[in-house]
Each structure stands twice: as C-alpha cells, then as structure tokens.
Nanobody
Framework: QVHLVESGGGLVQAGESLRLSCAAS????????MGWYRQALGKQRELVAR???????NYADSVKGRFTISRDNAKNTMALQMNSLTPEDTAVYYC??????????WGQGTQVTVSS
C-alpha cells in the first residue's frame, strides 16, 4: 500500500512559479512509476509528467520546457517544479504512483490557480 499526500498548490499570477510536493507513506522505490496528473474544471484528468523507476521522464507537450518532475526514493517524495505558469495550467493536480501490476494510487489533489 502507498498513501500519497500533495502539497504546494495555491493562487499565483501568470508567469510565476509553484513547486508541488508529494509525500508517500510507503516505499516509492517499489513503484514502477510516479507522476503528476491534473484535472481542470469540466475536463478529463490528463498526464502532466511521469518518471519511471529507471528514470525515464515524460511530459505533456503543453508543459515541456516549463515543468520539471523529480523524485527522491530515499525521502519517499516527488516534486513538480512549475515555471512560467499560465491560466491554462489552472487545475487540481494529483500525485500518482503505479506499481508493477499497473495498479494506481492517487493523492487527494491540490488546487493550482493561475490568474491572468
């Protein structure tokens, strides 16, 4: 079992930065991959960034060059550095962990609001 808790969301203006953190209660080094997803009002949840246990990273095209994902297995944490935020980044951001059986664990989500 893995329990995920996000933090770091908030209200910022366009062009500013935020850093989201995800703390895992279990051993994230036993997870195949961890990632960040987001869901804007009225839209489907979408992948933002994902990092595998082997260090392979994928980003959504919309955030490439602006967002950076990182994970620290020793501290059981994962982070998402978000720079040059735009109103289109406004959403609830969820921490995700996927085990080797493709089972997904989710955090409760943290709201990110970017004003223009």
């Amino acid at each position: 079992q893995v329990h995920l808790v996000e933090s770091g969301g908030g209200l910022v203006q366009a062009g500013e930065s935020l850093r989201l953190s995800c703390a895992a209660s279990g051993r994230i080094n036993s997870m195949n991959a961890m990632g960040w997803y987001r869901q804007a009002l009225g839209k489907q949840r979408e992948l933002v960034a994902r990092i595998t246990s082997g260090g392979v990273i994928n980003y959504a095209d919309s955030v490439k060059g602006r967002f950076t994902i990182s994970r620290d297995n020793a501290k059981n944490t994962m982070a998402l550095q978000m720079n040059s935020l735009t109103p289109e980044d406004t959403a609830v951001y969820y921490c995700n962990a996927e085990d080797y059986y493709a089972y997904n664990y989710w955090g409760q989500g943290t709201q990110v609001t970017v004003s223009s």
